[in-house]
Protein backbone atom coordinates (compact mmCIF):
# COMPACT_ATOMS: atom_id res chain seq x y z
CA UNK A 1 0.00 0.00 0.00
CA UNK A 2 1.43 3.40 -1.05
CA UNK A 3 1.11 6.46 0.55
CA UNK A 4 -0.85 9.03 -0.87
CA UNK A 5 2.05 11.68 -2.53
CA UNK A 6 1.96 15.30 -2.82
CA UNK A 7 2.17 14.92 -6.39
CA UNK A 8 -1.15 12.82 -6.38
CA UNK A 9 -2.76 15.62 -3.96
CA UNK A 10 -1.67 18.43 -6.32
CA UNK A 11 -2.79 16.54 -9.26
CA UNK A 12 -6.53 15.59 -8.18
CA UNK A 13 -6.41 19.30 -6.96
CA UNK A 14 -5.81 20.63 -10.28
CA UNK A 15 -8.18 18.15 -12.00
CA UNK A 16 -11.30 19.01 -9.94
CA UNK A 17 -10.47 23.08 -10.98
CA UNK A 18 -10.15 21.72 -14.78
CA UNK A 19 -13.53 19.83 -14.68
CA UNK A 20 -15.44 22.24 -12.32
CA UNK A 21 -14.38 25.38 -15.26
CA UNK A 22 -15.29 23.08 -17.90
CA UNK A 23 -19.29 22.35 -16.34
CA UNK A 24 -21.94 24.42 -17.32
CA UNK A 25 -22.51 27.43 -15.74
CA UNK A 26 -26.00 25.90 -14.55
CA UNK A 27 -24.64 23.29 -12.85
CA UNK A 28 -21.97 25.55 -10.92
CA UNK A 29 -25.04 27.75 -10.26
CA UNK A 30 -26.76 24.12 -8.91
CA UNK A 31 -23.45 23.88 -7.10
CA UNK A 32 -24.17 26.65 -4.49
CA UNK A 33 -27.24 26.71 -2.62
CA UNK A 34 -28.25 30.24 -1.72
CA UNK A 35 -26.96 31.13 2.27
CA UNK A 36 -29.72 32.76 4.26
CA UNK A 37 -28.82 36.37 4.29
CA UNK A 38 -27.25 36.99 8.51
CA UNK A 39 -28.07 40.31 10.52
CA UNK A 40 -26.20 42.68 11.28
CA UNK A 41 -25.36 41.20 14.59
CA UNK A 42 -24.11 37.45 13.41
CA UNK A 43 -21.85 38.89 10.87
CA UNK A 44 -19.79 41.07 13.72
CA UNK A 45 -20.37 37.85 15.32
CA UNK A 46 -18.69 35.81 12.64
CA UNK A 47 -15.50 39.30 12.24
CA UNK A 48 -15.05 38.71 16.02
CA UNK A 49 -14.51 34.61 15.63
CA UNK A 50 -12.25 34.75 12.55
CA UNK A 51 -10.51 37.79 13.30
CA UNK A 52 -7.90 35.91 15.90
CA UNK A 53 -8.71 32.12 15.42
CA UNK A 54 -5.64 30.00 13.95
CA UNK A 55 -5.93 26.92 12.85
CA UNK A 56 -3.42 24.03 13.59
CA UNK A 57 -2.87 20.82 11.71
CA UNK A 58 -1.95 17.87 14.10
CA UNK A 59 -1.91 14.58 13.01
CA UNK A 60 -3.93 11.18 13.40
CA UNK A 61 -5.78 10.55 16.79
CA UNK A 62 -3.21 7.93 18.46
CA UNK A 63 -0.34 10.32 17.73
CA UNK A 64 1.78 12.64 20.17
CA UNK A 65 1.44 15.75 17.22
CA UNK A 66 -2.40 15.95 17.45
CA UNK A 67 -2.18 15.67 21.47
CA UNK A 68 0.86 18.66 21.06
CA UNK A 69 -1.58 20.63 19.71
CA UNK A 70 -4.20 20.18 21.61
CA UNK A 71 -2.25 21.19 24.55
CA UNK A 72 -1.38 24.11 22.84
CA UNK A 73 -4.52 24.87 22.12
CA UNK A 74 -5.43 24.76 25.95
CA UNK A 75 -2.70 27.10 27.24
CA UNK A 76 -2.93 30.10 24.28
CA UNK A 77 -6.32 30.53 24.61
CA UNK A 78 -6.99 34.16 24.99
CA UNK A 79 -10.59 34.38 24.53
CA UNK A 80 -11.98 36.75 21.80
CA UNK A 81 -7.92 37.57 21.37
CA UNK A 82 -6.77 34.15 20.47
CA UNK A 83 -8.34 30.86 19.48
CA UNK A 84 -6.22 27.76 18.08
CA UNK A 85 -8.49 24.67 16.56
CA UNK A 86 -6.67 21.47 16.47
CA UNK A 87 -7.23 20.15 13.23
CA UNK A 88 -7.14 16.34 12.76
CA UNK A 89 -5.25 15.28 9.60
CA UNK A 90 -3.95 11.93 8.00
CA UNK A 91 -0.14 12.89 9.44
CA UNK A 92 2.92 15.03 8.37
CA UNK A 93 2.73 14.94 4.24
CA UNK A 94 -0.93 16.58 4.19
CA UNK A 95 0.00 18.89 7.60
CA UNK A 96 2.63 20.09 4.87
CA UNK A 97 -0.07 19.97 2.12
CA UNK A 98 -2.35 22.00 4.54
CA UNK A 99 -0.27 24.46 5.53
CA UNK A 100 0.37 25.02 1.90
CA UNK A 101 -2.83 25.09 0.58
CA UNK A 102 -5.69 24.72 3.19
CA UNK A 103 -7.56 27.65 4.12
CA UNK A 104 -7.67 28.57 7.78
CA UNK A 105 -4.32 26.51 8.52
CA UNK A 106 -1.40 28.74 9.46
CA UNK A 107 0.30 26.41 11.29
CA UNK A 108 1.13 22.71 11.57
CA UNK A 109 3.19 19.82 13.18
CA UNK A 110 5.61 18.22 11.25
CA UNK A 111 8.72 15.95 11.15
CA UNK A 112 11.46 17.98 9.31
CA UNK A 113 12.42 15.67 7.09
CA UNK A 114 8.95 16.35 5.63
CA UNK A 115 9.76 18.88 3.67
CA UNK A 116 11.79 16.98 2.03
CA UNK A 117 9.55 15.31 -0.66
CA UNK A 118 8.19 18.45 -1.78
CA UNK A 119 11.41 20.52 -2.79
CA UNK A 120 11.14 19.55 -6.46
CA UNK A 121 7.50 20.16 -6.44
CA UNK A 122 7.63 23.46 -4.49
CA UNK A 123 11.25 25.17 -4.69
CA UNK A 124 10.91 27.98 -2.67
CA UNK A 125 9.04 25.99 0.08
CA UNK A 126 11.99 27.31 2.58
CA UNK A 127 10.49 30.73 1.90
CA UNK A 128 6.72 29.74 2.44
CA UNK A 129 7.10 27.55 5.34
CA UNK A 130 9.39 28.14 8.74
CA UNK A 131 9.37 26.81 12.20
CA UNK A 132 8.28 28.43 15.46
CA UNK A 133 9.55 25.89 18.14
CA UNK A 134 11.57 22.08 17.75
CA UNK A 135 9.40 20.02 20.15
CA UNK A 136 9.92 16.86 20.30
CA UNK A 137 12.58 13.88 18.58
CA UNK A 138 11.37 10.86 17.36
CA UNK A 139 13.89 8.53 17.65
CA UNK A 140 14.74 5.94 14.99
CA UNK A 141 13.78 2.16 16.10
CA UNK A 142 15.22 -0.99 13.86
CA UNK A 143 14.48 -3.64 15.98
CA UNK A 144 15.37 -7.23 14.24
CA UNK A 145 15.08 -10.83 14.45
CA UNK A 146 17.73 -13.02 16.25
CA UNK A 147 19.47 -14.05 12.79
CA UNK A 148 19.46 -10.41 11.85
CA UNK A 149 22.71 -8.85 13.24
CA UNK A 150 23.68 -5.81 10.77
CA UNK A 151 21.71 -3.42 8.70
CA UNK A 152 23.49 -4.77 5.73
CA UNK A 153 21.66 -8.30 6.77
CA UNK A 154 18.37 -6.37 6.03
CA UNK A 155 18.87 -6.05 2.03
CA UNK A 156 15.97 -7.64 0.46
CA UNK A 157 14.26 -8.77 3.03
CA UNK A 158 10.75 -7.41 4.56
CA UNK A 159 10.97 -4.52 6.43
CA UNK A 160 7.82 -3.22 8.08
CA UNK A 161 7.09 0.68 8.22
CA UNK A 162 3.71 1.19 10.02
CA UNK A 163 0.68 2.27 8.32
CA UNK A 164 0.45 5.09 6.24
CA UNK A 165 0.45 8.67 7.36
CA UNK A 166 3.09 7.15 10.21
CA UNK A 167 6.30 9.37 10.76
CA UNK A 168 7.58 6.07 10.06
CA UNK A 169 6.23 5.23 7.02
CA UNK A 170 7.64 8.16 5.98
CA UNK A 171 10.53 9.24 7.49
CA UNK A 172 11.36 5.47 7.76
CA UNK A 173 11.76 4.97 4.12
CA UNK A 174 13.87 8.13 4.06
CA UNK A 175 16.34 6.95 6.09
CA UNK A 176 16.81 4.09 4.32
CA UNK A 177 16.82 5.43 1.08
CA UNK A 178 20.03 7.75 2.59
CA UNK A 179 21.56 4.29 4.30
CA UNK A 180 21.14 3.16 0.46
CA UNK A 181 19.66 0.10 2.26
CA UNK A 182 16.80 -1.57 -0.28
CA UNK A 183 14.39 -3.64 1.54
CA UNK A 184 11.59 -5.13 0.41
CA UNK A 185 8.50 -2.37 2.22
CA UNK A 186 5.41 -2.89 3.97
CA UNK A 187 2.96 -1.08 5.59
CA UNK A 188 0.96 -2.94 7.80
CA UNK A 189 -0.39 -2.29 11.69
CA UNK A 190 3.17 -2.00 14.04
CA UNK A 191 1.26 -5.14 16.16
CA UNK A 192 0.54 -7.23 13.73
CA UNK A 193 3.93 -7.21 12.00
CA UNK A 194 5.54 -7.49 15.73
CA UNK A 195 3.42 -10.52 16.58
CA UNK A 196 4.20 -12.28 12.79
CA UNK A 197 8.35 -11.15 13.73
CA UNK A 198 7.77 -12.91 17.06
CA UNK A 199 6.71 -16.04 15.59
CA UNK A 200 8.77 -16.20 12.55
CA UNK A 201 5.54 -15.72 9.73
CA UNK A 202 5.21 -13.40 7.15
CA UNK A 203 8.76 -13.24 6.51
CA UNK A 204 9.24 -9.87 8.68
CA UNK A 205 12.90 -9.38 9.63
CA UNK A 206 12.79 -6.31 11.03
CA UNK A 207 9.81 -3.32 12.23
CA UNK A 208 10.87 0.56 12.10
CA UNK A 209 9.47 2.80 14.26
CA UNK A 210 9.90 6.38 14.85
CA UNK A 211 8.78 7.77 17.50
CA UNK A 212 9.36 9.01 20.80
CA UNK A 213 11.29 6.43 23.55
CA UNK A 214 10.24 4.38 24.59
CA UNK A 215 8.25 2.56 22.74
CA UNK A 216 5.66 0.36 24.76
CA UNK A 217 6.35 -2.72 23.48
CA UNK A 218 9.86 -2.90 23.56
CA UNK A 219 9.70 -1.17 27.46
CA UNK A 220 7.45 -3.90 28.50
CA UNK A 221 6.85 -6.33 26.29
CA UNK A 222 8.73 -9.73 26.28
CA UNK A 223 11.33 -10.55 23.87
CA UNK A 224 13.40 -13.95 23.29
CA UNK A 225 17.30 -13.62 23.24
CA UNK A 226 18.41 -12.40 19.95
CA UNK A 227 15.47 -9.69 19.58
CA UNK A 228 17.40 -6.56 19.62
CA UNK A 229 18.00 -3.30 18.15
CA UNK A 230 20.17 -2.13 15.67
CA UNK A 231 23.00 0.62 15.81
CA UNK A 232 22.31 3.24 13.14
CA UNK A 233 24.93 6.04 12.26
CA UNK A 234 24.87 8.15 9.72
CA UNK A 235 27.74 11.00 8.97
CA UNK A 236 25.50 13.80 6.67
CA UNK A 237 22.64 13.84 8.97
CA UNK A 238 21.07 16.64 7.04
CA UNK A 239 17.66 17.46 9.15
CA UNK A 240 18.67 14.49 11.94
CA UNK A 241 20.09 14.31 15.05
CA UNK A 242 22.11 12.06 16.49
CA UNK A 243 20.72 10.26 19.45
CA UNK A 244 21.03 6.87 21.95
CA UNK A 245 18.80 4.39 22.64
CA UNK A 246 19.55 2.74 26.10
CA UNK A 247 19.19 0.30 29.01
CA UNK A 248 17.28 3.06 30.99
CA UNK A 249 14.80 3.44 28.29
CA UNK A 250 14.49 -0.39 27.44
CA UNK A 251 16.18 -3.07 30.44
CA UNK A 252 14.86 -5.94 28.63
CA UNK A 253 16.41 -5.42 25.57
CA UNK A 254 19.85 -3.33 26.31
CA UNK A 255 22.15 -4.48 28.65
CA UNK A 256 23.19 -2.18 31.73
CA UNK A 257 25.74 0.82 30.74
CA UNK A 258 25.42 -0.02 26.84
CA UNK A 259 23.80 2.29 24.13
CA UNK A 260 22.42 1.70 21.01
CA UNK A 261 23.74 4.59 18.60
CA UNK A 262 20.48 6.03 16.61
CA UNK A 263 19.44 8.97 14.68
CA UNK A 264 16.04 10.93 15.45
CA UNK A 265 13.80 13.19 13.77
CA UNK A 266 13.13 17.07 15.09
CA UNK A 267 8.98 17.09 15.34
CA UNK A 268 8.51 20.79 14.92
CA UNK A 269 5.66 23.51 15.03
CA UNK A 270 5.54 24.95 11.53
CA UNK A 271 3.96 28.24 10.18
CA UNK A 272 3.27 29.72 6.40
CA UNK A 273 5.36 32.56 6.25
CA UNK A 274 2.48 35.31 5.33
CA UNK A 275 3.22 39.06 4.30
CA UNK A 276 4.68 40.92 7.77
CA UNK A 277 1.53 42.88 8.82
CA UNK A 278 -0.60 41.01 6.97
CA UNK A 279 -3.99 39.62 9.47
CA UNK A 280 -2.56 35.81 9.60
CA UNK A 281 1.38 36.88 10.01
CA UNK A 282 -0.39 39.06 13.44
CA UNK A 283 -2.43 35.90 14.42
CA UNK A 284 0.39 33.85 14.21
CA UNK A 285 2.44 36.31 16.12
CA UNK A 286 0.32 36.06 18.93
CA UNK A 287 0.56 32.61 19.04
CA UNK A 288 4.16 32.68 19.44
CA UNK A 289 4.40 34.92 22.03
CA UNK A 290 1.32 33.40 24.30
CA UNK A 291 3.11 30.00 23.54
CA UNK A 292 6.69 30.69 24.45
CA UNK A 293 5.36 33.40 27.67
CA UNK A 294 2.94 30.35 29.30
CA UNK A 295 5.67 27.08 28.50
CA UNK A 296 5.89 26.59 32.14
CA UNK A 297 2.13 25.88 31.95
CA UNK A 298 2.99 23.16 29.61
CA UNK A 299 5.72 21.83 31.54
CA UNK A 300 3.51 21.61 34.06
CA UNK A 301 0.65 18.45 35.32
CA UNK A 302 -1.70 17.60 33.28
CA UNK A 303 0.45 18.18 29.77
CA UNK A 304 2.21 15.91 27.40
CA UNK A 305 5.14 14.92 29.54
CA UNK A 306 7.59 15.46 26.82
CA UNK A 307 7.04 19.21 26.97
CA UNK A 308 9.46 19.20 30.06
CA UNK A 309 12.03 18.69 27.13
CA UNK A 310 11.31 21.73 25.06
CA UNK A 311 13.55 24.38 25.08
CA UNK A 312 12.18 27.08 22.52
CA UNK A 313 15.69 28.32 22.05
CA UNK A 314 16.73 25.03 20.73
CA UNK A 315 17.44 25.43 16.36
CA UNK A 316 16.42 22.64 13.83
CA UNK A 317 18.82 21.85 11.09
CA UNK A 318 18.29 22.95 8.22
CA UNK A 319 15.64 25.27 8.63
CA UNK A 320 14.55 29.20 9.35
CA UNK A 321 12.57 30.21 12.38
CA UNK A 322 9.71 31.85 11.94
CA UNK A 323 10.50 35.92 12.49
CA UNK A 324 8.18 37.02 14.96
CA UNK A 325 9.62 33.66 17.46
CA UNK A 326 13.03 34.88 16.17
CA UNK A 327 12.26 38.25 17.48
CA UNK A 328 10.98 36.72 20.64
CA UNK A 329 13.92 35.12 21.51
CA UNK A 330 16.42 38.35 21.00
CA UNK A 331 14.05 39.93 23.05
CA UNK A 332 14.41 37.35 26.01
CA UNK A 333 18.23 36.24 24.95
CA UNK A 334 19.71 36.33 28.91
CA UNK A 335 16.73 34.36 29.67
CA UNK A 336 16.49 31.76 26.79
CA UNK A 337 20.62 31.58 27.75
CA UNK A 338 20.16 30.02 31.09
CA UNK A 339 17.25 27.97 30.41
CA UNK A 340 19.01 26.09 27.24
CA UNK A 341 21.76 25.28 29.82
CA UNK A 342 19.73 23.07 31.96
CA UNK A 343 17.55 21.74 29.57
CA UNK A 344 18.11 17.98 28.47
CA UNK A 345 18.51 16.91 25.05
CA UNK A 346 18.81 19.89 23.39
CA UNK A 347 21.25 21.57 20.97
CA UNK A 348 22.50 25.59 19.92
CA UNK A 349 23.99 25.86 16.37
Not at 62 to 81: L, M
Not at 101 to 126: C, H, M, S, W
Not at 277 to 290: N, T
Not at 319 to 332: G, I
Request: hydrophobic fraction near 40%; avoid cysteine; proline fraction near 8%.
Amino acid sequence: MKQRSAIGFLFGTLLAGLLFSLAPASAQLRAQPQQPQMTAAELAVRAKMNSWTVGLAGGLLEGAPIHFATDISRVVDDADDLHVLPVVTRGPTENVEALLYLRGIDAAIINADTLEQFRKLVPNIDRRISYIVNLFPSELHIFVRPEIHSLADLAGKKVNFNTPGTTAAYSGPLIFDRLKLNVEKTFIPHPTALQEMRKGEGGIAAVVFVTSKPVEAFARGRWEPGFKFLPVEIEDLGFYTPSVLTSKDYPQLIPEGQVIPTISVPTILAAYNWPKGSDHYLRLARLVDHLFSRLDRLQGPGFHPAWKNVNIAAQVPGLTRFVPAQEWLDQHRGEQRANLSTAPGTSQR
